[in-house]
């Protein structure tokens, strides 16, 4: 399949009779922490028959389980793909989506992200793009990343319409960093007539720093990779920032806040939210019910013993109202840690190789041992280990959607909020709705690779696909929903399980715990 534009021109595949795919258009070029440079004029043939290389990054889990650290890498990683009806009658809504993975790791390659599925389902167009991750990507208060993001968007912008795509009908969506991506891109000006509409699925909100923290995790940085400025760091091989990188990451408070957009930064506000609510691009977020449980069950917290311990977990983070918050969280949220749960939990683990991501200074059979023993000194009942879980999710996910969702509710901007609340049987349960589970749902991708680890293999599972994808093709396609607009009034919120069904402010006293915290 061939299409030629004022561009150039693009050689892809068909998939099947009804689907085309271009992978791996290089969209921009760029300098080690320099801006990128849009590619408007392709002096050959352009083969979009594979993939182009991810950022260099340190794998995180998820990258092992869906084996694309093996992938190749380098730092001249701008390319982006393309899923089309074979013969369009007419231009589509255009899908935009943007990659998660802390802004560290990830790659629009994931089996998992393959669009065919939602284009044959939706009549859409999706595009999925690389962009820098890491130091590369997120230096002090350089977003190049974001700008990488931008870039590709323009790319879009100019050339959809040879693909079947409608240039002014674009929604771009993401997951984790790519649903914070998704916010911040709604709120910055250069996005300005590059985007009509947004969905955030999981964003890490709190991942977009302030200019101070962003100083500090560049300083950090510098100090592991012995540099005394970004100017030296120029001269690095591209493993010695890796290998600098994965010494940040022994400190898993550096993997969360060290390379990430920075509010004030370049292509960014200061005030990200106001000025989200201000464009008023058409906006859903949604979040999951357990989100920290793939963390807290994967890399268990060590001192999480006991009542206690929970309790001062809680203590910091809502200092002024901890009993009442311990007392609402266990009522709604406690559960029996049952010894079936972590027996399964722990033989599933002990079948798995040794990782080597950032936390490979664990050994698959440590984390078996510590978590064996965590569980071992837990009461019979109201785990405190899924109490803090529970308490992180909220003050790291759906506090700051909250408050997103306020402040544009405030400013008459549209707004929806979704809860994703399935939870996945795997380990007999223990990883209950966990964050990323919702991704193979998304994108109508239940048949793809590894996507049954995840998930297991109930039939009930399409239901819940068809109607959480329905939902985005109807967005994408007439920029309405099925449920009501968020209004402070009442707080509609879409629950996504095997029943569907709006609710009005649901958990309103966890929601009234962490709105003191704002």
Not at 281 to 295: A, F, K, M, Q, Y
Not at 321 to 328: D, H, K, Q, V
Not at 334 to 353: E, T, W
Request: hydrophobic fraction near 35%.
């Amino acid at each position: 399949m061939i299409i030629t534009n004022s561009s150039g021109t693009f050689q892809g595949s068909k998939v099947n009779g009804q689907v085309t795919e271009f992978l791996g258009i290089q969209y921009a070029t760029a300098n080690r922490f320099c801006e990128p440079v849009d590619i408007k004029k392709y002096e050959s043939v352009v083969d979009a028959t594979n993939y182009g290389p991810q950022s260099p990054q340190v794998p995180g889990f998820m990258e092992e389980i869906l084996k694309t650290k093996d992938l190749p890498t380098s730092e001249d990683c701008l390319y982006l793909n393309i899923w089309a009806p074979t013969n369009p009658s007419k231009l589509l809504p255009v899908l935009f989506w943007i990659h998660g993975g802390a802004y560290t790791n990830g790659t629009a390659a994931t089996s998992w992200y393959n669009g065919t599925n939602l284009v044959q389902l939706g009549d859409v167009v999706l595009v999925s793009a690389n962009y820098r991750l890491g130091p590369f990507g997120f230096i002090g208060e350089d977003n190049f990343g974001t700008l990488d993001q931008i870039s590709a968007l323009r790319w879009v912008n100019r050339n959809i319409k040879s693909f079947g795509g409608d240039p002014d009908n674009v929604t771009i969506f993401g997951e984790s960093a790519g649903g914070s991506s998704v916010v911040a891109l709604t709120s910055s000006p250069l996005t300005k007539g590059l985007i009509s509409k947004a969905w955030a699925m999981s964003p890490s909100l709190r991942q977009l720093r302030t200019r101070a923290e962003a100083e500090e995790g560049k300083q950090k940085f510098l100090n592991a990779a012995k540099c005394t400025s970004v100017d030296e760091l120029k001269s690095l091989t591209t493993q010695q920032i890796i290998d600098a990188t994965a010494q940040m990451f022994v400190d898993v408070e550096n993997y969360i806040s060290t390379f990430t957009p920075t509010r004030g930064g370049s292509a960014l506000p200061e005030d990200v939210y106001s000025a989200s609510a201000k464009s008023q691009i058409p906006l859903i977020i949604g979040t999951n019910r357990d989100e920290n449980r793939l963390w807290s069950v994967i890399n268990p917290p060590e001192t999480v013993v006991d009542e206690f311990v929970a309790k001062e977990y809680l203590a910091k983070a809502l200092p002024y109202r901890s009993t009442e918050a311990w007392n609402i969280y266990t009522r709604l949220r406690g559960h029996d840690a049952r010894p079936s749960r972590i027996y399964s939990f722990l033989i599933c683990l002990r079948s798995r190789p040794k990782p080597t991501n950032q936390f490979s200074r664990i050994t698959i059979q440590n984390r078996v041992q510590r978590f064996k023993v965590v569980y071992q000194q837990l009461r019979t009942r109201q785990s405190p280990i899924e109490i803090v879980s529970s308490m992180q999710t909220d003050q790291g996910f759906r506090a700051p959607a909250w408050q997103l969702c306020e402040n544009r509710s405030n400013a008459a901007a549209p707004t929806w909020m979704y809860w994703f609340t399935w939870p996945t049987p795997i380990f007999d349960g223990v990883l209950g709705c966990c964050h990323g589970l919702d991704l193979p749902f998304m994108f109508n991708n239940l048949d793809k690779p590894n996507v049954d680890l995840f998930t297991g293999k109930n039939p009930n599972r399409q239901q819940i696909s068809d109607n959480f994808t329905s939902e985005l093709l109807n967005f994408a396609k007439t920029s309405l929903v099925s449920w009501p607009k968020y209004e402070i009034s009442d707080r509609a919120t879409l629950r996504i399980d095997q029943e569907v069904e709006v609710l009005y402010d649901p958990e309103s006293e966890i929601r009234e715990l962490w709105s003191l915290q704002q």
